[in-house]
Nanobody
Framework: QVQLKESGGGLVQPGGSLRLSCAAS????????MGWFRQAPGKEREFLATIRWSGGSYGNTYYADSVKGRASISRDRATGTIYLQMSNLSPDDTAVYYC??????????????????WGQGTQVTVSS
């Protein structure tokens, strides 16, 4: 079983940036990808970005169109940690941000169904 712990959320001013961290522990050898999703009140959980953790596509990154160009996902394999950096934040980015891990295939890479382990989430509020 994989445990995920997010950190780095909080209050951000419009136009600002954030950097979230997610540390994985437990049975991490079976992880094929780790990613970030978010969920705003009254909305479905939304894919943001993911990074391949193993195999021939190790290190490949994938982004949602809604954040492409202002989001960057990275990983530190030695510590089992991934990061999400986002810039130019607006109130529309207010949400609970979740880290996820699993063995998604190409068709499920951007869906919640592709991931089997989830963190508890960290709140990000963009407001002046």
């Amino acid at each position: 079983q994989v445990q995920l712990k997010e950190s780095g959320g909080g209050l951000v001013q419009p136009g600002g940036s954030l950097r979230l961290s997610c540390a994985a522990s437990g049975s991490t050898s079976g992880i094929h990808a780790m990613g970030w999703f978010r969920q705003a009140p009254g909305k479905e959980r939304e894919f943001l970005a993911t990074i391949r953790w193993s195999g021939g596509s190790y290190g490949n990154t994938y982004y949602a169109d809604s954040v492409k160009g202002r989001a960057s996902i990275s990983r530190d394999r030695a510590t089992g940690t991934i990061y999400l950096q986002m810039s130019n934040l607006s109130p529309d980015d207010t949400a609970v941000y979740y880290c996820a891990a699993g063995r998604p295939i190409t068709s499920t890479m951007r869906t919640t169904g592709g991931y089997t382990s989830w963190g508890q989430g960290t709140q990000v509020t963009v407001s002046s």
